[in-house]
């Protein structure tokens, strides 16, 4: 086969070497516009799982790389006069210019030609004259612009901007460094590569980067300002420049990767931000993953190339969600300076979700137990609460939370999840056993499905409600038993469905489906339908505000008597208050309509009048659609920071930050936690106290996000409903005894502890003979 590639960087190398390999007989030629020696950057990065990779495809490669890298298990985190450290970690630093020069040696020791300084730009000749084209040529590719029609590239260039520095500091661990001047704030991304040589990535925003006057700066003149401001870190240290100018960083994503014989690799087609430190890591792994589909596919190129993009593109896709997570926490630095360092150290580590409180309990169990002991000091001087703190301290999603006179006893939320089950609104025996069981199960409060103001206000006839005193009465039944037999708080969560009223159970008809019989009117901010042919609602008149309004404030006086300790106010989801918020579905022309204090006019007349109702003693909470998911139009983060600052002016306590389900036109980006970013935003530029919801399955991610400072508390739906006792199975995993028990299950608990004892036990053994062997194999 006669292969052409384009780009002598790390992806267009590997491939070559790793292809010529597998078959000699292929003619491979390399052509790099650049010299031998010309590289931009010091440093590359790669785990130990890379390098595993590395060894089973090319074990002299792998042993070349081994002989030249720094290795190291530290990450320091550098902050406020603090270095925080956590260890176990596992990466190497290798310079860029000898990555290069062994896969250089490499692939001339196969018999690859490698033409330096040979700029090709007729890639129709070079594509007709060859078997296969790569096109490995960076992320400015010639060969992507070629065919951009059909590898349709989108490249999204980002908000910082960074400059690539070295430094003659020998760094012993991967270093983040957090300094702050009268221009703002920058962050250093550092390690060591090679002896007595480091990268320094230098990262900041735009508005700091132009306050500094950086935009105007020489590369001589960017290097006498970071090294004055960095002077205490370097510690008499220069910084070296290698064309080191400001840039700011292109985020590639590519629709198609191959067209005919032509495949794009590397950050031709795909880059992921520097911050998670694998650029390379991708690059050199799509040399990987294409040679594997030569080798399952030798004779036939267009269906080697299927295989290599349909099996590289979900991993690929993968790591650049990590990467994308990563690179919005480093532009929203600021949101963090008032963090105490440890606590800055964890929400970094922790950015991008593919290191966890769990994973850090694995890698440093000393950093976790600092954490823990952090955490609890932190709860008793905020919230005048003293803890259990012996023989340990609590994992921080058992500590206590204190809303006014409301304290859980931890940071679980058992999630509104509607049942469908009730007649005429009235709770029944579904709903009591369903609530009652949760509560027993161990979570620090209990939200009820949405209930209705009204039997127009409902989604279904099965909806539960709240418009008279016999529905308040079966709801004190259901609060008297939490309350006598539980630690847990209750509370209702009220609301309207607006123009997703009307609907058939999901069961008997499907999700959003209209009734088709038995049907009532319904109401929206505007005459527009939530599904394209669905019934249109009636545009809301004054006279209907004040109806609606008044049928709220009658809804929490009676969930006063019904016994709940909070009261969360429903303006998400596309339902009634979600309605006027939303720019897609509010498009009045009237004081209701238009700009975002219009829109907001109705619902925080709406929280007025039901806070005046409420007990001021008891806290309330508003659950928002923090976006719409309609890229370009709808509703944003930056807004709901907005509505956020509304509402706690106005006596809010809590957010319970969800997002999307306002329009058929929404496409979230589903994930792991998809929604604990705008709970975090949301709680840093408010600074009010926040619910994080959304994808959130295991008791290790509520740790996570709590002890991280990405919300003050968890709501977890579809892992209660399969385990009602999610939180108590959570106590014994981490072997927490402080969590009160139902008396009569007292002898299942001890087992349960016991069994958890031992299970622990054998896991450590297991761990200690894997790493037994793992030291004997290196010997």
């Keep these: 086969m006669r292969v052409t590639v384009i780009g002598a960087g790390p992806a267009g190398l590997y491939f070559a070497l790793l292809l010529k ?56 985190v550098i902050a406020g006069g603090e270095r925080i450290r956590s260890g176990g970690h596992g990466f190497c630093g290798l310079a860029r210019k000898k ?69 003659t500091l020998p760094l012993d661990t991967f270093t983040f460094i957090f300094e702050g001047n009268a221009h703002g704030l920058f962050q250093v991304h550092a390690y060591r590569f090679e002896q007595g040589l480091s990268t320094w990535i230098v990262e900041t925003s735009e508005e700091t980067w132009q306050q500094a006057g950086l935009d105007q700066a020489s590369e001589a003149d960017t290097i006498a300002y970071c090294e004055t401001l960095f002077a205490p870190h370097l510690a008499g240290h220069r910084l070296i420049s290698n064309r080191s100018i400001w840039r700011t960083f292109p985020t590639v994503k590519c629709e198609r990767w191959v067209h005919d014989n032509v495949v794009l690799i590397g950050d031709a087609v795909h880059t992921a931000h520097f911050s998670i430190g694998s650029g390379t890591k991708l690059a050199m792994e799509d040399a990987i993953a294409l040679n594997r589909a030569f080798l399952d596919q030798p004779s036939d190129v267009g269906a080697a190339l299927q295989s290599f ?57 000393a950093f976790i137990r600092q954490i823990d002991a952090w955490f609890a000091d932190r709860v008793e001087r905020e919230q005048g609460i003293t803890l259990q703190k012996t023989p340990k301290p609590p994992p921080p999603m058992f500590t206590p939370f204190r809303l006014r006179d409301m304290t859980l ?117 505007s005459a527009i339908p939530y599904l394209p042919d669905g019934p249109v609602p009636h545009p809301m008149t004054r006279a209907d505000m004040d109806q609606v309004r008044d049928d709220f404030v009658a809804a929490a006086r009676l969930a006063v008597d019904a016994g709940f300790d909070l009261l969360e106010l429903h303006m998400a989801h596309g339902y009634l208050l979600s309605n006027f918020i939303s720019p897609l579905s509010n498009t009045r022309t009237d004081e209701y309509g238009g700009n975002l204090e219009n829109r907001m ?41 907005r509505i956020a600052a509304m509402l706690k002016a106005r006596g809010c306590d809590l957010i319970d930050v969800s997002a999307g389900q306002t329009s058929v036109e929404s496409r979230p980006q589903y994930g792991r936690m998809f929604q604990t970013p705008f709970s975090d935003a949301i709680r840093q530029e408010s600074g009010i106290a926040t619910i994080a919801v959304g994808a959130i399955t295991t008791a290790d991610q509520v740790n996570t996000i709590i002890a991280s400072g990405r919300a003050d508390l ?66």
């Design 309 to 365: 993009e349909e099996n590289r593109r979900t991993e690929v896709s993968i790591l650049q969600h990590a990467a994308q997570v990563s690179l919005e926490w480093f532009e929203h630095t600021d949101r963090y300076r008032d963090f105490e360092p440890i606590q800055l150290a964890l929400s970094l580590l922790s950015r991008s979700k593919r290191i966890t409180y769990d994973n850090l309990r694995l890698r440093d169990p």
């Design 21 to 76: 390999k597998a078959d000699p007989r292929h003619e491979i030629t390399v052509h790099e516009r650049n010299r031998p020696d010309d590289t931009f950057g010091f440093g590359v990065v790669f785990s130990d799982e890379t390098l595993n990779q590395f060894l089973a495809e090319d074990a002299e490669t792998h042993a070349a790389i081994r002989d030249s890298f720094a290795y190291w298990h530290e990450i320091d």
């Design 409 to 525: 006893a931890n940071r679980v939320v058992v999630s509104p999840m509607c049942q469908y089950s009730a007649e005429d609104g009235l709770p029944n025996d579904w709903t009591f056993v369903h609530l009652g069981s949760r509560a027993i199960g161990g979570a620090g409060l209990i939200l009820t499905e949405m209930t209705d103001i009204a039997p127009d206000a409902r989604i279904t006839p099965g909806c539960t409600g709240l418009w008279s005193p016999v529905h308040a009465a079966a709801w004190r039944r259901i609060t008297d038993f939490v309350h006598a037999n539980s630690a847990a708080k209750i509370g209702v969560q009220l609301a309207h469905a607006g123009r997703k009223g009307a609907t058939c159970l999901p069961w008997a008809g499907g999700y959003d489906q209209p009734l088709p019989e038995g049907g009532w009117d319904i109401l929206g901010a």
């Design 714 to 779: 968890c709501a977890l739906a579809r892992p209660h409903l399969a385990d009602p006792y999610f939180t108590l199975h959570a106590a014994a995993d981490y072997d927490w005894r402080g969590i009160a028990w139902p008396k009569q299950y007292a002898a299942g608990r001890d087992q349960l502890y016991q069994l958890k004892a031992r299970e622990r036990e054998e896991a450590a053994a297991a761990d200690a003979f894997a790493r037994q062997r793992a030291r004997r194999d290196d010997a």
């Design 99 to 167: 990555l290069l020069q062994i896969l250089q040696a490499r692939c001339l020791a196969q018999g690859i030609r490698i033409v330096f300084e040979s700029e090709q730009t007729d890639f129709e000749s070079l594509r007709r004259n060859c078997d296969l084209l790569v096109g490995a040529d960076g992320i400015n590719s010639l060969v992507r612009e070629q065919w951009k029609d059909h590898f349709r590239p989108s490249l999204d260039w980002r908000r910082n901007k960074f400059v690539w520095l070295g430094t």
């Design 601 to 641: 006019r109705f619902p925080l007349e709406v929280f007025e009048a039901v806070r005046a109702a409420w007990p001021a003693a008891r806290p309330m909470s508003v659950r928002l659609s923090a976006v719409d998911w309609v890229e370009g139009r709808g509703l944003t983060i930056e807004d709901s920071v």
